[in-house]
């Protein structure tokens, strides 16, 4: 089903040198995860996004109503994918709980998740774990990716504020820890009504990978002071 949603265009105020983009198609997807929650989505793809890159949105709940103006914005959270985490249950990291906890917040409070093939900060699937390997020796997750030469954080969210503009959410609430994301989406002409910091996921395998996101990035981590 082909959708009628509008799209922004280049020269809209507040989106400086970001071109448009547009809704290719829309989807229904019902969605079961291994805890028995479920819910439905509105899936959509993209035309014209900056990077050419198969990103999705997920539309969840109401989120029609949170586009109208004088509500509350939509809640978004923009999630990069993770293929150990999202799909094996890696507990290295805590992306999978991340995607489960964002799929049931935004379903009960209307908005989008992003999923973003953005795979380990944006080095890619096998970089990541070259990263992990290094990690093992007791470099952090951050020390890792400069020694593979790569940057510590090489995600760019130009693509995720044209998907939220083609889908009319030019103001949001944003489900995440990570500060850069506010920043960029900023930036990049989405307005951050709010910052919602998702919960803490702390597992023995992945302490220490929260605890350098805590210190070296500043992620909103309520984490134990044991940790």
């Known amino acids: 089903m082909m959708t009628t949603l509008t799209t922004a265009g280049a020269d809209e105020p507040g989106t400086p040198g970001t071109p448009a983009a547009g809704v290719r198609t829309q989807v229904t997807v019902p969605l079961a995860f291994p805890d028995s929650y479920r819910t439905t989505a509105e ?10 890159l198969e990103h999705l949105a997920l539309g969840l709940g109401d989120w029609r109503a949170r586009l ?5 914005a939509p809640l978004v959270r923009p999630h990069s994918e993770c293929l150990t985490g999202d799909v094996f249950g890696s507990q290295r990291c805590d992306c999978g709980p991340q995607l489960r906890e964002a799929a049931q917040a935004i379903t009960e409070a209307g908005g989008f998740l992003l999923y973003l093939r953005q795979e380990g900060r944006g080095i890619g ?5 070259d990263a992990y390997a290094l990690q093992d020796t007791g470099l952090d997750t951050y020390e890792a990716n ?3 030469g790569r940057g510590e954080d090489e995600r760019d ?7 939220l503009r083609a889908l009319g959410a030019g103001r949001i609430r944003l489900l995440s820890n990570n500060p850069d994301k506010a920043l960029q989406l900023e930036s990049l002409g989405v307005q951050v009504t709010e ?3 998702t919960g803490v996921h702390l597992s023995d395998a992945n302490a220490r990978y929260l605890r350098a996101k805590v210190t070296h990035t500043h992620h909103t981590i309520a984490l134990p002071l044991a940790v």
Do not use: H
Not at 43 to 52: E, N, S, Y
Not at 125 to 129: E, F, I, M, N
């Open 195 to 197: 910052r919602v910091p």
């Open 43 to 52: 899936v959509f793809t993209f035309t014209g996004l900056a990077d050419g």
């Open 157 to 163: 969210y130009t693509a995720a504020a044209q998907m």
């Open 68 to 72: 109208t103006d004088g509500g509350d």
């Open 146 to 148: 400069r020694a593979l």
């Open 125 to 129: 699937l096998y970089a990541k774990l």
